[in-house]
């Protein structure tokens, strides 16, 4: 019988990590979408770094950061009493690093979308920030956004280098799916990998192929 361990452990890092990046990427975008000048490009550099830098660089900076010996770690475990290398959290902290990127690039991007005279013409009449916010921004971007979760949860649940730095594989514990589909081929047991290895297949083919569906008007449009 299939072992479906590896997979509830994915499911939970993965949408545990979501929320806590769709919360993060929605408010980082709110406070820039507006904002200009070469700090708001500076900064966004840093937030989009994740994608850029190889999983295992920022899996070992992961590492270094919050270990045991270092003063962001010890606050985490005796202050917080949260451990973050080798456990769960680990690979939820790791999985919420590198999915980041991709939910802040949607929001922001859908938020920068909106034509700016009708954000004037709603303070014009008297509306404030925050209901504009949330009375004309978030429903105008709501597809970039959906977007950006399912990208940010596609991304987590098929994150490995940086979970295996920082978390590590232990069976019934860390063992996400990305990191059980490796050890099984070193362990020889392709036929079970190959399962799963079809499995994170559809879901990517299913997550893209959504939000292609989700933005088949934008590409009328264009055309």
Not at 35 to 55: A, C, D, Q, Y
Not at 78 to 97: D, E, K, M, Q
Not at 119 to 132: D, F, L, P, R, V
């Amino acid at each position: 019988m299939l072992d479906l361990t590896s997979f509830w452990i994915s499911l939970q890092v993965a949408i545990t990590s979501t929320i806590i990046v769709a919360i993060v990427g929605v408010l980082i975008s709110k406070w820039l979408y507006n904002k200009k000048g070469n700090w708001v490009k500076i900064l966004e550099s840093f937030i989009i770094l994740p994608i850029v830098l190889p999983p295992t660089v920022l899996g070992f900076i992961l590492l270094i950061v919050f270990s045991t010996k270092s003063p962001v770690g010890q606050f985490f475990i005796n202050i917080l009493h949260l451990p973050i290398v080798f456990t769960l959290t680990g690979a939820i902290l790791a999985s919420v690093i590198v999915s980041c990127p991709l939910m802040y690039q949607h929001t922001i991007n859908g938020f920068r979308s909106i034509n700016q005279k009708m954000i004037n013409t709603a303070k014009t009449m008297g509306a404030s920030e925050t209901k504009i916010f949330f009375k004309l921004i978030l429903p105008l971007s709501k597809r970039s956004i959906l977007a950006g979760i399912m990208m940010s949860f596609a991304r987590a649940i098929g994150e490995f280098g940086a979970t295996l730095m920082v978390a590590g594989y232990i069976p019934n514990k860390t063992n996400t799916l990305p990191l059980e589909i490796y050890f099984l081929v070193e362990q020889g047991k392709e036929n079970e990998a190959w399962l799963w290895v079809l499995v994170l297949v559809a879901f990517a083919v299913t997550v893209i192929g959504t939000i292609n569906l989700m933005n088949k008007d934008k590409y009328r449009e264009v055309d």
